[in-house]
């Protein structure tokens, strides 16, 4: 009841991640609140729930750059995500941007929620993981660099925090 209304868009299917991701730890329901919140306030301050309204800037290079995008599905049904990491040339990325290279990976993992959602309503039952296949050919010291190990990892972080627990299986 604490975030009736507050929470716009928020489906039962991605309100249960949260639910399920912080249930083991002690004082569960409270960490819940705490980090329910914070993706609230991180969604609002990133214009998360709007990003699907128009593509970011450079949005038709993003999949071409980081060589990503949504695969399919698996034979149950999860979206399978896959990226080329090693393909990714570290002057591109950094041509590209940063800042746009993340405001289009959450563009990413706005299209995997709701594709989550689709699959939720059409099969009948919850589905708020999905599969990532991360091809790592090339990659290399040049992909090690501190900026862009910096910028992974912040990306990496607001994943875990505003997408908790969505990742089924992570292949290698």
Request: charged share 30%; net charge neutral; aromatic share 10%.
């Amino acid at each position: 009841e604490k975030f009736a209304g507050k929470d716009g868009a928020i489906s039962d299917t991605y309100a249960l991640m949260f639910v399920r991701s912080y249930r083991p730890e002690n004082d569960g329901e409270e960490v819940t609140l705490k980090q329910y919140q914070y993706m609230l306030d991180k969604r609002k301050e990133l214009n998360i729930d709007e990003i699907l309204d128009s593509d970011p800037e450079g949005y038709e290079n993003y999949n071409e750059i980081l060589q990503c995008g949504l695969l399919g599905t698996s034979k149950c049904g999860r979206p399978v995500y896959y990226e080329r990491l090693g393909a990714a040339e570290p002057r591109r990325m950094r041509k590209y941007g940063f800042d746009n290279i993340e405001r289009c990976h959450i563009r990413m993992q706005e299209e995997i929620r709701i594709q989550k959602e689709a699959i939720s309503k059409a099969k009948g039952l919850w589905m708020y993981k999905h599969i990532v296949v991360l091809d790592m050919a090339g990659f290399s010291f040049g992909h090690m660099s501190p900026d862009i190990v910096r910028k992974l990892r912040s990306l990496m972080s607001l994943d875990s925090k505003v997408w908790p627990e969505s990742l089924k299986k992570l292949l290698i």
